[in-house]
């Protein structure tokens, strides 16, 4: 265990590696596209990667406008995801995410600040990949490393999609008249 294990969440209880929660791991992957591709084995053998913690209800997992290097993977419990209304300034809830939903990817992969926020409705389970991590599983076990990025990949380009769409769908209502390049 690494300094920054403890260090990432110091407020939530660290559980240490995903080994034991391989199982659950399992179960909510095989819903999820992420992981679609992987076969047991390969899960198990990404399992020692992950950091698992537990966070109480209330808990800002990950706060807007923070730099970030990682994404985590919920394995129990709900997060609310929040993004402040520059018009207003208070936080809005743009979503729900629950068991098997990934977060935070955008910022492993850019190392941009976070978009939004999370905030955990009840107690939380999650397991963490940071940018070091996934440097490391590429050099150990390539084969899952490039997998992984292509999945990651493929998630991001889903999700731009789905945002240009609903763009284009406001766009055509007449709710918005131009975009700033």
């Not at 600040?113 to 490391?136: H, K, N, Q, W, Y």
Request: with cysteine.
């Amino acid at each position: 265990m690494s300094v920054s294990d403890t260090n990432r969440f110091p407020s939530f209880e660290y559980l240490g590696d995903a080994v034991p929660y391989i199982e659950r791991i399992g179960a909510i992957v095989a819903h999820i596209r992420l992981f679609e591709d992987f076969e047991a084995g390969e899960l198990a053998r990404l399992a020692p990667y992950l950091r698992c913690y537990r966070a109480p209800g209330g808990a800002e997992i990950i706060r807007e406008g923070d730099d970030g290097d990682f994404m985590m993977l919920l394995l129990d419990g709900t997060v609310e995801i929040l993004k402040v209304d520059p018009v207003t300034n208070l936080p809005v809830r743009v979503g729900l995410a629950g068991p098997g939903k990934i977060l935070g990817e955008m910022s492993l992969v850019d190392g941009e600040p976070r978009f939004a926020s999370c905030i955990s409705m009840g107690s939380l389970l999650f397991a963490v990949l940071d940018r070091e991590t996934m440097s490391r599983i590429i050099a150990d076990e390539s084969r899952i490393g490039i997998k992984l990025l292509m999945e990651l990949i493929l998630l991001l380009n889903q999700r731009l999609r789905h945002v240009s769409n609903e763009l284009m769908q406001w766009l055509g209502q007449g709710r918005v008249t131009s975009i700033k390049p």
